[in-house]
């Protein structure tokens, strides 16, 4: 499955993810440059939702944000966290407007308490850039106009 073998990058498909399909759960590897042919899941046939942050779990975190071909931003958040609730909005917008560029992923810290402590969360919400398996840079709380600059910095 992978092409990455020896170091060489398959720089024919560099946006390739592998996300869960929202509907039946089945991971589907997907191009997020033909994000706008809706693709649909392999399984139940479904469309694959891509304009929206897409959920990952403690299960699928590596497959799918580590494993990535793109860059991803990773919220960190919980249901009962209020500042939270106004990082969502931005967090809905980039992921519409990065469409094809970049994943957004959204992980409930208290579904996947071992992501948060891998990457040391502390307070809610937390977000992280991600860009080959790597942590590239976070931001702490509700700052839209640091996450832009670093959306656009990891997308340029
Ligand atoms: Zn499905």
Request: with cysteine; glycine share 6%.
């Amino acid at each position: 499955m992978s092409s990455e073998e020896g170091g060489v990058t398959d720089v024919g498909n560099p946006t390739s993810v592998t996300l869960r399909c929202s509907f039946c759960g089945t991971l589907n590897k997907v191009d997020l440059r033909r994000a706008a042919d809706r693709p649909k899941c392999g399984d139940c046939t479904k469309p694959m939702l891509l304009d929206r942050p897409v959920k990952v779990g403690q299960d699928d975190f590596d497959r799918t944000v580590l494993e990535s071909d793109a860059p991803v931003l990773v919220d960190f958040y919980a249901d009962w966290c209020a500042p939270c609730k106004m990082v969502a909005p931005l967090i809905d917008e980039i992921a519409h407007d990065q469409i094809g560029k970049m994943l957004v992923a959204k992980v409930d810290t208290d579904a996947a308490p071992d992501v948060a402590m891998r990457y040391s969360i502390r307070s809610i919400p937390t977000l992280i850039v991600f860009d080959g398996g790597e942590e590239l840079e976070r931001s702490m709380g509700f700052e839209p106009e640091r996450v832009r600059a670093l959306v656009d910095k990891v997308v340029a």
